[in-house]
């Protein structure tokens, strides 16, 4: 089991910059896939980017490659989202989840657990 718990979100200008942080419970947070996912208002869920249990491989969607990074720090339980460049397209609720899977997957569905998400506006 593990319990995940995001900050960081906040209310920034287009062209600004922002970390998200997420902090993971669990003495086997090493071991999951990690990825953060992201909902605007009426749209779906969708993926943004993950990351291995070892930080070797990365995953991103088209829409924030090359402007986010993602990476983790398996001694402090902790996966983070650098998010650059941001536009007001990238509002949205953004949600961290783990997955207990060995391949990255993009579909919400594979992914075990999720935080309860934090809001990151994007202003024009």
């Known amino acids: 089991q593990v319990q995940l718990v995001e900050s960081g979100g906040g209310l920034v200008q287009a062209g600004g910059s922002l970390r998200l942080s997420c902090a993971a419970s669990?003495?086997?947070?090493?071991?999951?896939?990690m990825g953060w996912f992201r909902q605007a208002p009426g749209k779906e869920r969708e993926f943004v980017t993950a990351?291995?249990?070892?930080?070797?491989?990365?995953h991103y969607a088209d829409s924030v490659k090359g402007r986010f990074t993602i990476s983790r720090d398996n001694a402090k339980n902790m996966v983070y989202l650098q998010m650059n460049s941001l536009k007001p397209e990238d509002t949205a609720v953004y949600y961290c989840a783990a997955d207990q899977s060995t391949i990255i997957a993009r579909a919400s569905a594979s992914y075990d657990f999720w935080g309860q998400g934090t809001q990151v506006t994007v202003s024009s």
């Open positions: 990351i291995s249990w070892s930080g070797g491989s990365t």
């Open positions: 669990g003495r086997t947070f090493w071991s999951y896939i």
